[in-house]
Every structure is written in C-alpha cells, then in structure tokens.
C-alpha cells in the first residue's frame, strides 16, 4: 500500500535528519563552559558612565532618585509621559504620569514627551542597560516608541560583564538590550538618531530603591 505523500516540510526535515545522522550528539562532546565570569577593572559606575557617555547618552548620577527624575524632566520640559505601574507619580514633579492602562497605541505614545523607567540590570564594560518588562519597566513599546527615555539605574543593579548580567535575567522573559540611544548609519556612514527607539537616553545612576506607584 503506498503511503501518503510526504510534504515539503517533511522532505526537507527528512534530508536535514538525514545529514546529521553521522555527527556526535552534545552529550557525547560536553561544550565546556568554565569560561571567565567576571574580572578585575576601574569602578563598574564610573566604566558604565563612561560607556554611557560615549555612546552620547546623557548620565547623571543621585543619590536620591525621586528629586533627580524630577529635577530630570525639569530640565527637559517634559509635560507628559508614559510611567509604567512600578514608579510613582510623586518621582515626575509637574509632569503628567500617563499610564499604559488600558494599552496606549503606538500613536498615543508617540504624541508623549518621553517615557521613565527603571531597568532590571547594567552592564558596566558594553555600556548596556537591560530591561524585563517589570512593573518598573512596562511592555516594550513604552520604551521604543517616545522620543525620550529617561532610565534609572540603581548602583546595586550594575555589573562588570555579560556572563554576570545572563546569571541575575530570566530568559523568559521579554529582554531588551538597549546601548546609548536609538542610531544608526547609512553605506556613507552619516548618522541617523531616533529612527527604531528613542532618539535621547538619558540615564540617571541612583543609590535609593524605586518606589512602587
């Protein structure tokens, strides 16, 4: 009796099984992963600062991260802005906390003056931040979308390297690695702010924990 026909997925998938029928399996070969974690250097605060700066965000550190995000927005002269459910209204000053309850559309938060977030980790040599969508955090969008992202990071949420930085994230998690603001550069190398994330990172590095709207 003839079978069915197999589909192409299936055909492709039988000549991939088919190809690897003669190579070891992981098991048979244990990949080491004794590689360095961390290592000696300058104070991670003042490396991330540096890398923050050369990546043309704007840093500044606090230790009192309340009156720093206001006196932050300020300066700014921002009026409105999305401020997920983790960070408090009495952090914004004279801003208006818009909240992403029910979700904002794209639209909604393009018309906003930026956005505040706090941030789930800090890597010191890449001058990466890393955000989870925590409740300090929101979905991803709150931070791609406005024109401005002003991110805390408290002293204790910075780390040397990557490997650090992969052992504190849950992979599950939504991540976002954001490294200065949004940039890129055409064949000619001429650059262009602003054009898949937020055209102006400010970072503001505090000691004090942020407190819960």
Aim: net charge negative; aromatic share 2%.
């Amino acid at each position: 009796m003839v079978g069915e026909p197999m589909s192409s997925r299936e055909r492709i998938l039988s000549r991939v099984r088919s190809a690897l029928s003669d190579v070891p399996r992981d098991e048979d070969f244990p990949v080491p992963r004794e590689y360095e974690r961390t290592r000696s250097g300058p104070d991670v605060v003042e490396l991330l600062v540096d890398r923050l700066v050369d990546y043309k965000a704007v840093v500044h550190e606090a230790d009192d991260a309340a009156t720093a995000v206001a006196e932050a927005l300020a300066r700014r002269g921002v009026r409105r802005l999305a401020v997920p459910a983790g960070i408090s209204e009495e952090w914004l000053g004279e801003a208006e906390a818009v909240r992403d309850d029910p979700p904002l559309t794209n639209a909604a938060l393009n018309d906003l003056d930026g956005v505040v977030t706090g941030c789930a980790v800090a890597i010191a040599e890449t001058g990466t931040i890393i955000l989870d969508a925590s409740e300090d955090q929101g979905r991803r969008a709150l931070t791609l979308v406005p024109d401005y992202h002003l991110c805390v990071v408290r002293r204790d949420q910075i780390v040397r390297t990557v490997p650090e930085a992969l052992e504190r994230l849950d992979p599950t998690r939504p991540l976002t690695w954001i490294s200065g603001p949004s940039a890129t550069s055409d064949i000619e190398l001429n650059r262009v702010e602003g054009v898949h994330g937020p055209r102006t990172l400010e970072v503001l590095i505090a000691g004090s924990e942020l407190e819960e709207a």
